[in-house]
């Protein structure tokens, strides 16, 4: 069955750094575009960046382009977050997703306070 396990997250300081990692297995993770969302305290959860399958092309949120950087390893089927000079209103639980398969994983809180 597909599995989508997110981890890396913590607790950390106002632009200091994070790296979030998801692990995929079930599914051909190679073949698919993969997403990483986040919902933050009392708003809907939205969409952060992709990366495509065939040229890992990328796309990001405006709030986060330039400060955040997906990748993925394909031979560990594994996708990542680059997170850098965080601020406070990055704190949100962060998921990632693959395309054309609703399921989402369990989440990894991210949390940016002083």
């Known amino acids: 069955q597909v599995q989508l396990v997110e981890s890396g997250g913590r607790t950390v300081q106002p632009g200091e750094s994070l790296k979030l990692s998801c692990s995929a297995s079930?599914?051909?993770?190679?073949?698919?575009?993969m997403y990483w969302y986040r919902r933050a305290p009392g708003k809907e959860r939205e969409w952060v960046a992709t990366?495509?399958?065939?040229?890992?092309?990328?796309d990001y949120h405006a709030s986060v382009k330039g400060r955040f950087i997906i990748s993925r390893d394909n031979a560990k089927n594994t996708v990542y977050l680059q997170m850098d000079n965080l601020r406070a209103d990055d704190t949100a639980v962060y998921y990632c997703k693959a395309r054309d398969l609703d399921f989402w994983g369990q989440g990894t809180q991210v949390t940016v306070s002083s």
């Open positions: 990366i495509r399958s065939i040229d890992s092309s990328v």
């Open positions: 079930g599914f051909s993770f190679s073949t698919h575009w």
